[in-house]
């Protein structure tokens, strides 16, 4: 993946929750956030659940989505609907 500086995104909020039970609220709330429980996360993007991620993707795929958010934040700057990221 690119380095993310290169991209010259906005901001994204980004949680990373230890904990598949009470974390999932907390990364709801965030941007992009994952739940990690043992072997897997559950990812969420922009407070909707996206699914579970095996724990040796967890990270790629975290990076994925807030690449996403990050670009649909910049077409559709603050004020703006920007939730219906498409996933592809």
Known sequence: MERLEELKLPPVQI???????????????????????PGRGLLFSRGRQIGWVPADRMVDALL?????????????PAGTEAKGVERG
């Open 15 to 37: 949680a990373v929750m230890g904990c598949e039970v009470n974390g999932p609220g907390e990364a709801r709330d965030a941007d992009v956030g994952i739940a990690a429980g």
């Open 64 to 76: 994925e989505e807030a690449v996403k958010v990050a670009r649909a934040k910049k077409a559709h």
